[in-house]
């Protein structure tokens, strides 16, 4: 991927942002366990760093998917996980559908406040029996009048107390349950919408995350994004920015990681010398370091196919494999050089080791990708296809 001056000037831009807006009040943030989403979205809409990958027409700076990916991965200098991954849901997670699919009356009305920070947005698609298992959610959706009444419950919304409205996966009809769903728009401040839970949560302690419980709630059946029932697909779409981003972040904070854990064990001395002096050490430190760089060259190599309009699923889905097992891995061996300085609270390498683990988790589980990557290599069971 060949990164132009507009490239460079976005990632310093936003690196800046992260340097003198984020990471000065993470702790805060953190120990409060929610960030003022509403505060630092308007910053950065005032930059126009929300709407990157969006069309001009409705605020955005119409630029193709690799200026995204160099965004999210500035923002893996924020020393809190919690924080891309909350910014990531409002420009990688809950809008790409909408302003692909939505009609030019509901990208008016929802896309143009959420890239210019205006509207705090979430992504409600998994269910406490529907995680990864997105073709298993209960929630529904049916037709009175002119709107959907939507029963049901979501579950992990990041952003969730505090956003304006969210892109919610619902049933739409009885049928085949990869054709019978919809993405809907649905106002967080809807009545029978309940959103007061907040969960209490292993790592990124800094976003909030809601459970939704809805009871007849009505919405405008316009305010349906695309086409009724092709809601599956549209989010599987959707999925592949949110991988890339996921992965995209991964490369400057594992790097920083790295950085930190070499210049501790510089300074830590053990049994006359250095820990980094220690040949386990420093070949530990150079192995992790290629394996960033690999992650780096196959986000980079999964972003250009995208921006060509060629399928990049398969190499989406070892991107966002890679990232989170690397994760688990890098953040395991560094936080154990650190020693018992590592096992305290507040720490930059304790607070990735248990931010990361999400990575392995969220917007489908490594399981997931590994089917999908079987799939496309013709492997998996029960969904071969005859050699040509």
């Not at 340097?19 to 910053?43: F, Q, S, Y």
């Not at 309009?309 to 953040?331: F, H, I, N, P, Q």
Request: glycine content about 10%.
């Amino acid at each position: 991927m060949l990164l132009t001056h507009e490239h460079e000037e976005i990632y310093r831009q936003v690196r800046g942002f992260v340097d003198k807006e984020l990471n000065p009040h993470t702790v805060e943030w953190e120990k409060a366990g929610i960030w003022p989403a509403r505060e630092v979205l308007r910053k950065m809409g005032k930059l126009g760093l929300l709407g990157i990958a969006k069309p001009e027409a409705y605020g955005g700076l119409g630029l193709d998917y690799s200026y995204e990916v160099v965004f999210a991965q500035a923002l893996g200098n924020c020393n809190n996980g919690s924080l891309p991954m909350a910014i990531g849901v409002q420009t990688d997670m809950a809008t790409p559908a909408l302003a692909r699919f939505g009609s030019d009356e509901l990208r008016k009305e929802y896309l143009v406040p959420a890239v210019t920070g205006d509207a705090v947005v979430s992504i409600a698609v998994s269910e406490a029996g529907a995680g990864s298992d997105v073709a298993n959610i209960k929630t529904t959706a049916r037709k009175e009048g002119g709107d959907y009444i939507i029963n049901g419950s979501k579950m992990w919304i990041t952003n969730g107390t505090q956003s304006d409205w969210a892109c919610m996966l619902v049933n739409t009809s009885e049928g085949k349950s990869h054709q019978n769903k919809s993405l809907i728009v649905v106002p967080m401040d809807a009545a029978g919408l309940d959103r007061k839970t907040k969960l209490d949560k292993l790592g990124m302690r800094a976003s909030d995350t809601a459970m939704i419980f809805l009871d007849n709630v009505r919405v405008p059946q316009r305010n349906l994004i695309g086409q009724e029932g092709m809601g599956f697909m549209y989010q599987m779409l959707q999925f592949q920015e949110e991988r890339l981003y996921a992965a995209a972040c991964g490369i400057d904070c594992y790097t920083n990681l790295i950085d930190e854990t070499i210049d501790y064990t510089r300074q830590r001395q053990a049994f006359g010398k250095p820990l980094i002096d220690n040949q386990y050490i420093h070949f530990r430190m150079a192995e992790l370091k290629t394996e960033v760089a690999a992650l780096k060259a196959m986000v980079y190599q999964a972003t250009e196919e995208y921006v060509a309009g060629r399928d990049a699923t398969m190499l989406a889905s070892m991107c966002k494999l890679k990232v989170g097992r690397l994760g688990r891995e890098l953040t395991d061996a560094c936080l154990q050089y650190w020693g018992g300085q590592g096992y305290t609270w507040d720490n930059n390498i304790s607070r990735a080791y248990r931010d990361s683990r999400l990575t392995s988790i969220g917007g489908g589980a490594d399981e997931i990708m590994l089917g999908i990557i079987c799939k496309m290599m013709n492997i998996l069971p029960g969904k071969r296809t005859v050699a040509s």
